[in-house]
Nanobody, 127 residues
Framework: QVHLVESGGGLVQTGGSLRLSCEASGPTASTNAWGWFRQAPGKEREFLAAMGWAPSATHYADSVNGRFTISGDNAKKTLHLQMNSLKPEDSAVYYC????????????????????WGQGTQVTVSS
């Protein structure tokens, strides 16, 4: 099982930026894709962005495309999410996840396709 730890969350004003990080440990050599999700109180877990390694690909939710950027280094076992132009509706707990499954572009956005999850980091955007 891959152990994931997120960091970088916090309080930011509308229009501001945050960079989330996710550090992985354990058997990451078999990881095929990494993803970022978020969940606000009373809402379902929402896909944000994913990065696959073979082949290399990124995929974004429409709600964050152009504002959020996923990046990472499989060798360094780190994943990042650069978030710009933040809005109050971006407030949520943000999670990173990894999967060993050979996912398609379509299935990268499905939370249930991911095997391992971090504990989450809170992001709050004030208006």
């Amino acid at each position: 099982q891959v152990h994931l730890v997120e960091s970088g969350g916090g309080l930011v004003q509308t229009g501001g930026s945050l960079r989330l990080s996710c550090e992985a440990s354990g058997p990451t050599a078999s990881t095929n894709a990494w993803g970022w999700f978020r969940q606000a109180p009373g809402k379902e877990r929402e896909f944000l962005a994913a990065m696959g390694w073979a082949p290399s690909a990124t995929h974004y939710a429409d709600s964050v495309n152009g504002r959020f950027t996923i990046s990472g280094d499989n060798a360094k076992k780190t994943l990042h999410l650069q978030m710009n132009s933040l809005k109050p509706e971006d407030s949520a707990v943000y999670y990173c996840a990894s999967t060993r499954k050979p996912l398609t572009i379509a299935s990268l956005s499905m939370w249930y396709e991911y095997d391992d999850w971090g504990q989450g980091t809170q992001v709050t955007v004030s208006s």
